[in-house]
């Protein structure tokens, strides 16, 4: 069973959807974390996830603590117990497929945790942790209301009403960073934080700090995810790209200069990125 829930205004200003997943471990469908949906299990045992500067909750409905790896060392991985919380984020890491057969999450739009937290998003930025420690008990109280669910909607349910209860703040961003944040999401390939500035009122560093600490990243560093992200679904699934204009196209001032951010979010070239590519934009399949 696979099934996506769009939540109503004002709430989707913040979140993107909610999701269940349950079945067979396989590829995510979508590039949330953990949303399956081929239908046969990957001859993979890890994928790696490329970063988007959203921030996810991810809830395991079987009785196993979930793993967050470094996708260049293997060794090396931190536990987000039962109920995880990743951050937004510049780089990758990789998961477990073999977890993946009863999972149900949060995928956030750009800043959307921050009315939930009363941390700053900034603190849990390029890191992934256990929902417990921020939300205090709160999340083992959850994810039981959930098991105790009889169906995918009445999950949702559950989940967009527990949601709504761990308000902080009001449904609402800074102005400026509202602004910022269509505006590089809008066209990430063109936009500058210096042409946002020109229009915002705010000193740079006061604009820096609001989006930090809103959003998770500063505003130089998502909008270089974000143009990243552009570069993705443009060349997603192709089967020949022309990659000098593709660079061009996507905002970066030459080849080499697309190559370094590109290896530098995914770990990986584009030519092995295209490679691997399945149908599922963010996550790439890893031996």
Not at 247 to 270: E, K, N, R, V
Request: with cysteine; glycine share 8%; charged share 20%.
């Amino acid at each position: 069973m696979h099934r996506l829930y769009f939540p109503s205004p004002p709430l989707a200003s913040f979140v993107r959807c909610f999701w269940y997943w349950e079945g067979v471990p396989h590829h995510p469908s979508t590039p949330t974390l953990g949303v399956p949906g081929a239908a046969a299990p990957p001859p993979h045992t890890r994928e790696r996830l490329l970063p988007n500067g959203e921030a996810s909750i991810v809830f395991n409905l079987r009785d196993e603590e979930m793993r967050l790896y470094d996708a260049d060392d293997p060794r090396r991985f931190v536990s987000c117990g039962l109920v995880g919380l990743t951050g937004a984020r510049t780089n990758c890491f990789a998961i477990d497929t073999a977890i993946q057969d009863r999972v149900l999450g949060i995928q956030f739009q750009p800043g959307g945790t921050f009315p939930f937290f009363r941390e700053p998003a900034g603190e849990v930025a390029n890191q992934s942790v256990a929902l417990e420690v921020l939300w205090r008990g709160a999340a083992g109280e959850i994810r039981e209301r959930l098991l105790a669910a009889d169906s995918a909607d009445a999950m949702f349910a559950i989940l967009e009403r527990e949601l709504r209860a761990q308000l902080v703040r009001p449904l609402e961003l800074h102005p400026a960073i509202q602004f910022a944040r269509s505006h590089i999401c809008g066209a990430p390939h063109v936009a500058t934080v210096s042409g946002v500035m020109e229009r915002i009122g705010l000193s740079q560093r006061r604009f820096i700090e609001l989006f930090r600490d809103q959003v998770g990243l500063t505003p130089k560093a998502f909008c270089r995810v974000r143009r990243f992200q552009r570069v993705l679904q443009t060349v997603h699934r192709r089967k020949a790209v022309d990659w000098a204009q593709v660079a061009l196209d996507g905002g970066y001032y030459d080849q080499a200069h697309f190559i370094h951010d590109f290896q530098g979010f995914s770990g990986m070239t584009p030519a092995a990125y295209l490679a691997k590519a399945t149908e599922h934009l963010n996550h790439v399949p890893m031996g």
